[in-house]
């Protein structure tokens, strides 16, 4: 680009009407005058090329995504990643924050992740690595979407559980059970005080455990479960599957018992959860298959904050998330980041309950509740509820003894005296 | 895992039955003893948890995925890419293929995504740096999948195209402009010899431009073509949008005269294309946004070659993909892998046409067909026919011209010498 046509893709951001415009925060690795390629960011991803041959227009004014911060960091002698083909040159590493016009694709999940993660983000000329760090959204974008229909509070509301974070359990063996036996598992961790027992990501619908008989079974011992105990409890079905499927299977798994769905966000599909979303009529869960092919790295892809948004935009109640602990390979604070982006203001979209998740136990809930400094969260152990050394009831237990001790400011440690269940647990996952 | 634990997550190939299981092929980094870290590779992504507390079973031998094939490459002070938290310590980089019995989920795209990319991948212990390098479908799995509706072959016989590789222009420019000019450009592109005359992927349905009436101008435009020309014409109508208006979008532009449809792949979901498929009676093309944010690193996430078979079995006749050429920062090699994943023989699934992008023009056709090495191909060029200096009939013809010299094996430049279209793309593309 020439000079003139560069600065056409800048401006300031107290000149541009802030409710019509998304806010774009990309790290790039650049090629050249970073000027130049930031300018090459925002052309790309809206319109690269603006106007007809001979003709004298320019869409830029309206239509061209425009740069209104550029910050370069420091300069590198490549880039942070070895490239095929390698780029053998200096890159300077800057932040861009750009203004996007939204009215270029509307309120659209599949057409806003093609204008901020297609082909003008990857393809920029100059930019070999990107990543697109944040979106902020207006409330005149947001007021487009449903977001969750309960939310946070109206789960507490909803599943009477209220000043203490929710307890969920992944019935474990997760994949070969048959239905009878696994729904044996889940009632005896619901009688132990587990709030929510919850299918595997991993178990749909297969022949050895169909989710018709399964849900019935699970909705059966879950309202057994209610009788006994006096108090709510939740069976959290895996309906995803093929997306001409999930509505189906919504309405078969809730008239069976189950009452609430969880769907493999990114596997199905934003869009086709915000479709589900219109229909359901029990909270809506979701669990991250295939968000860290997008975001582990830490100078390439996509922040899971932004991931996290748009899960809670479209409407999930809950959000399940790696979580704390080495296993997860996810640092603290972006941990923190997506629970941020579950909970904070959000203009009319309400709240969503984040689960951070992976090898957790009795033994860690005093931690991962301490990081976060609230109990509005979810927790979800695998092993430490259904591998307990006595069984899937003290499992449940050990978690409601453990949030005992740390709810009166006691040391779990030494609430684990006098209730053998936590005992058991620190001792086999401690 | 202990000994005995990690020998039940491997099996020789030949002792299993290949029509039940998909074969991984993963490239991993991994801390500690490689056959322990490609055991729980296996086991995370399927039976993680193999026996109830107390009882005696193994859930292995049926549902376990198995290594098949472990081969340690090397061994590197550190990850190939600097991770948060740090590995600070040696990686071995080995191939694993695993043997994954798909009953697990059935022939269903977000269960096997949710098997192959989710948490078993990239939360597996001690593998923090892994991808997914290809996937191999038995026929037994592929049956389930329609595959392309007309593929290469039915494209050929539907739109007249024999031996010669399929000539497509995006109209530009992309974002902006009325339908009515820009159907005037269409019309002006399929007089010089356009065959498809494609929306741009960024291109929906905007206020500026609602689909509706851009397909009926350019329906109309595309028919009056076909009448001045006598031979077919393409209007690709770029649908992406909400996965619950696909279907209501697909008839409407159909019932306007466009005759393929445009999804933006991964953005709307390759699940809610396979139910497009099932219902649309027109070709589906998909374009590749978000593809890059997860393949684009030789050492992460997963290949584009695992992407494009999967774009092909779900249905899609066309697949547009990074292309040749610097600007698209993809590698030769895999450009051509791509380009086989949709050509080479796949059990019942025809094969699809593939389109490899960006910046081409009538001055990159010979070289892009002399690495391909025969005309089974679609050419996109966007700037290369519609910025042509004599405008987009003389920007298509220059395409035509370009061709006829390759197929008559005149070198493009001297051909050029009496065909001033062709000079004049050679003078400004070349």
Chains 1, 2 share one sequence.
């Not at 359901?280 to 991931?307: D, E, K, Q």
């Not at 259904?386 to 003290?394: K, L, V």
Request: hydrophobic residues 45%; negative net charge.
């Amino acid at each position: 680009m020439r000079q003139h046509d560069i600065d056409g893709f800048y401006a300031d951001l107290s000149a541009l009407d802030t409710d019509a415009h998304l806010l774009l925060d990309y790290r790039i690795e650049c090629t050249g005058n970073p000027r130049v390629a930031a300018a090459h960011l925002a052309s790309e991803q809206s319109t690269a090329q603006w106007q007809r041959m001979g003709v004298d227009e320019d869409y830029r004014p309206r239509f061209a995504a425009k740069v209104v911060d550029l910050e370069v960091e420091t300069t590198l002698s490549g880039t942070s990643y070895p490239l095929r083909p390698a780029v053998d040159e200096p890159v300077s590493v800057c932040r861009v924050r750009l203004a996007h016009p939204y009215a270029n694709f509307g309120p659209r999940i599949p057409n806003l992740l093609s204008a901020v993660l297609g082909e003008g983000a990857f393809f920029a000329p100059g930019i070999p690595v990107v990543k697109l760090l944040d979106v902020t959204f207006p409330d005149a974008f947001l007021a487009h979407f449903d977001g969750p229909r309960y939310g946070l509070a109206g789960l507490r509301d909803r599943w009477h559980i209220h000043d203490r974070p929710f307890f969920f359990g992944v019935i474990k063996p997760n994949i070969g059970l048959d239905p009878a036996p696994f729904a044996e598992l889940g009632l005896a961790a619901w009688r132990g005080g587990l709030d929510i027992a919850k299918d595997d990501e991993m178990l749909a619908d297969p022949a050895w455990s169909p989710i018709a008989e399964r849900s019935r079974r699970l909705g059966a011992a879950r309202r057994l479960a209610e009788q006994e105990t006096g108090v709510p409890k939740v069976y959290l079905a895996n309906i995803t599957d093929e997306v001409d499927q999930l509505i189906a299977l919504h309405d078969m798994v809730v008239a069976n018992g189950a009452n609430a769905v969880m769907i493999n966000a990114l596997p199905v599909g934003l869009s086709a959860v915000r479709m589900l979303r219109k229909h359901a009529r029990v909270p809506l869960v979701a669990h991250f298959p295939v968000i860290a092919a997008m975001s582990r790295l830490p100078h390439f892809g996509v922040h899971t904050r932004v991931l996290t948004k748009l899960q809670r935009i479209i409407g999930f109640d809950v959000i399940i998330m790696p979580g704390f602990g080495p296993r997860m390979m996810t640092p603290e604070d972006e941990v923190l980041e997506c629970i941020a982006a579950c909970t904070e203001p959000m203009g009319p979209i309400k709240p969503a309950l984040p689960v951070p998740g992976g090898s957790d136990s009795a033994a860690t809930l005093a931690t991962v509740h301490q990081k976060i400094g609230n109990p509005d969260f979810g927790f979800v152990p695998g092993r430490g509820v259904f591998s307990h050394p006595d069984g899937p009831t003290a499992g449940a237990a050990s978690l409601r003894q453990a949030w005992a001790a740390i709810a009166t400011g006691v040391p779990v440690a030494e609430h684990a005296e006098g209730h053998p269940a936590l005992a058991a647990a620190l001792g086999a996952f401690g």
